[in-house]
């Protein structure tokens, strides 16, 4: 069987760890998503002395075995009005270990959490959508207790994209009831947002970039069955000795960056790394997106030449956390 064609994902919180949170239901709003996804289940080889239920030994798919997750969506803003949180990617970003604080008509934060908790930061549920292109087949997966890594990528010119990657817990594959049809809107009818012109702020100062990219820094966390191959009881999420939140700032070569931005990037003549906040804001409309990285530390900066144009690539390390505010 050939899943490929038409893929539509939904993703909804769940409050209680592998416990389908559509609860046999179809998602009513879908996720924007750029490409297609990549939904691969761990199948089990099994002898004929464990029998199918044909009688015969092969390879099955069992409710609960390992599966990878992964794909990437287009940033969108808060709901309808201040306050609200971003449809579907709520749920994404608190399966990515990030605690949800609404402030009413004002705001939606996320805050990057240190440790590995399932009561405060909630795992998901993917609901995927599939016609097959070879038979006109329809088919629905479900995959439960998923943990995922987001990093966020900006390129001037081009859509503002998370990509998401992690993994969860094979439920069901199982055929449509009915045909599935291309929604009219995906991630509440938001408008994606694109990037255009990107300049880093320092000091009052304003320096040119062609890219940006900011990742969690965090590693995910397995448990498995001893017993049952493939098997995996649980996913969380951690940080792992030495790793932090952070990411990267690609200069364009300007005199005022040689003298200015790249200094900060050497070793420092003390012992005390010099830090600050990082803020990188989106807005679309009435929409804002705001993404923190607090005590920012630059790393030793890279040089790149590509059709003869210089850019200096600059690590960052978010030495006190990181943070995602809708309004």
């Known amino acids: ?23 046999g239901s179809e998602p009513t709003d879908f996720l924007g998503i750029l490409g297609e996804p990549k939904i691969q289940e761990l199948s089990t080889d099994i002898g004929p002395m464990e029998k199918t239920a044909d009688g015969f030994g092969g390879s099955v798919l069992r409710v609960g075995d390992k599966t990878d997750v ?21 749920a994404l970003l608190k399966a990515s270990n990030m605690g949800e604080t609404v402030v009413a008509a004002t705001s939606a934060t ?28 329809y088919f629905t997966r479900v995959v439960t207790g998923c943990r995922v890594v987001p990093t966020w990528k900006f390129e001037d010119g081009a859509d503002a994209k998370v990509e998401f990657a992690g993994v ?55 448990d498995h069955v001893v017993s049952a191959e493939n098997s995996m009881d649980s996913a969380g999420l951690y940080l792992a000795n030495g790793d932090k939140p952070g990411g990267s700032l690609t200069f364009k070569a300007r005199s005022s960056v040689l003298t200015d931005i790249l ?22 409309g009435g929409d804002t997106i705001t993404i923190t990285g607090n005590d920012c530390a630059f790393g030793a ?16 390390t978010f030495l006190g956390g990181l943070s995602v505010e809708y309004t």
């Open 168 to 222: 969860g817990r094979y439920s069901t594959l199982s055929t449509a009831t009915t045909a599935i049809s291309n929604p009219s809107e995906y991630s509440g009818g938001k408008t994606r947002m694109k990037v255009q012109g990107m300049v880093f702020t320092y000091d009052g100062v304003e320096y040119p970039i062609v890219s940006a990219e900011v990742v969690s820094g965090m590693t995910i966390d397995e």
């Open 263 to 284: 200094p900060l990037t050497g070793v420092p003549s003390g012992c005390s790394v010099p830090t600050a906040e990082v803020t990188i804001t989106l807005s679309c």
């Open 1 to 23: 069987m050939a899943l490929s064609d038409r893929h539509i994902v939904g993703v909804k919180s769940e409050t209680t760890y592998g416990t389908d949170a559509f609860t």
């Open 301 to 316: 900066h890279s040089k790149n030449l590509e059709n003869s144009n210089y850019t200096f690539d600059v690590p960052l």
């Open 70 to 90: 992964s794909f990437t969506v287009y940033m969108v803003g808060k709901g309808v009005a201040a306050g609200d949180t971003p449809p579907q990617h709520d």
């Open 110 to 137: 996320y805050d990057l959490g240190w440790g590995r908790t399932q009561t405060e930061v909630p795992s998901m549920t993917v609901y995927e959508g599939i016609r097959d292109d070879e038979s006109g087949d």
